[in-house]
């Protein structure tokens, strides 16, 4: 994978002030700005695509939700929370995420470069 090069790559980059370190983030709670929306599936800290695949579980049913590095507003590590700065509406209208369509930036970009600015 390439590193992004995008009007939005800072979506797709961890800020230094939100705590995240070399530490894998699977399995943490996932909290937006008005409610936990589930746990993290799977996390990337690659250079210009970090995201973390998130699986809502029963909340929009069992859908899965790629989210921008760049949304994490802090990570506790204590409780095991990943806080995001996105409502929970935001995050249930993005683009699902299909494994197989991992790769399609552009979609992603589209989606959050226009929630995000």
């Keep these: ?13 961890y800020r230094s002030d939100v705590g995240v370190t070399d530490r894998d983030l699977t399995g943490y709670d996932v909290e937006a700005t008005d409610g936990s929306i589930g746990k993290i599936d799977e996390a990337s800290q690659v250079a210009g695509q970090s995201h973390m ?22 990570v506790d590590h204590t409780d095991r929370k990943v806080y995001v700065g996105m409502t929970k509406e935001q995050i249930k209208s993005a683009p699902d995420f299909d494994a197989e369509h991992r790769d399609d930036w552009d979609r992603y970009d589209a989606y959050y470069g226009s929630v995000h600015r």
């Design 1 to 13: 994978m390439a590193t992004r090069n995008t009007p939005s790559a800072t979506l797709w980059v």
């Design 53 to 74: 695949v998130v699986d809502t579980g029963f909340w929009i049913f069992g859908k899965k939700r790629l989210i921008p590095a760049g949304a994490v507003e802090r």
